[in-house]
T-cell receptor
Framework: DAKTTQPPSMDCAEGRAANLPCNHS???????VYWYRQIHSQGPQYIIH???NNETNEMASLIITEDRKSSTLILPHATLRDTAVYYC??????????????FGKGTKLSVKP | DAGVIQSPRHEVTEMGQEVTLRCKPI?????LFWYRQTMMRGLELLIY????????DSGMPEDRFSAKMPNASFSTLKIQPSEPRDSAVYFC????????????FGEGSRLTVL
């Protein structure tokens, strides 16, 4: 699986959008971009994933650049409960067979009042 | 719906003792993952199973660690003998192949080896 690079930490004001970047310059054609987050002392929680199109769900939006070498997770209106470590992961997903989900160090997002 | 269920939630044991961690995946899921998390090394994948068969155990630290999945609804991770450096939070996760691939994690088992 390709490696990802994320900033170690970010701050965001409550109610503002949080934009979390991720670089995955060696991503291959059959690898998806996944985002998970881990709130303190809980298990990681799935947020969203995509291949090359932008994706949106009730939690967040995922913007993937056209060359697929980077992406941005957007939390449109961050709340204090969004304070967590956010992991960007690239993972094979083809024909129903998925590769390992390998976590890096992630970005520690602190949402401040 | 019940999520992934892990037991025990907390375990304190002495060096040299056997430790068994248990996991019940979400019904219908056919992939199961064991992860370990420490401050120093973050989240590490230890092993994962597809349809009860171990697919990749390259993350298992050494022979003291073993994992089994005797059926689709149960898995164990065993450490024998345990050492202080095994102290960590152990997470189990399950997913359904062929769908989103989303992993659902349990609440973890916090192991302390004295």
């Amino acid at each position: 699986d390709a490696k990802t690079t994320q900033p170690p930490s970010m701050d965001c004001a409550e109610g503002r959008a949080a934009n979390l970047p991720c670089n995955h310059s060696t991503i291959s054609g059959n690898e998806y971009v996944y985002w998970y987050r881990q709130i303190h002392s809980q298990g990681p929680q799935y947020i969203i994933h995509g291949l090359k199109n932008n994706e949106t769900n009730e939690m967040a939006s995922l913007i993937i650049t056209e060359d697929r070498k980077s992406s941005t997770l957007i939390l449109p209106h961050a709340t204090l409960r969004d304070t967590a470590v956010y992991y960007c992961i690239v993972r094979v997903n083809y024909g129903g067979s998925q590769g390992n989900l390998i976590f890096g160090k992630g970005t520690k997002l602190s949402v401040k009042p | 719906d019940a999520g992934v269920i892990q037991s025990p939630r907390h375990e304190v044991t002495e060096m040299g003792q056997e430790v068994t961690l248990r996991c019940k995946p979400i019904s219908g899921h056919n992939s199961l993952f064991w992860y370990r998390q420490t401050m120093m090394r973050g989240l590490e994948l230890l092993i994962y199973f597809n349809n009860n068969v171990p697919i990749d155990d390259s993350g298992m630290p050494e022979d003291r660690f073993s994992a089994k999945m005797p059926n689709a609804s149960f898995s164990t991770l065993k450490i024998q003998p345990s050492e202080p450096r095994d102290s960590a939070v152990y997470f189990c996760a399950s997913s359904q192949q062929g769908i989103t691939g989303e992993l659902f994690f349990g609440e973890g088992s916090r192991l302390t080896v004295l």
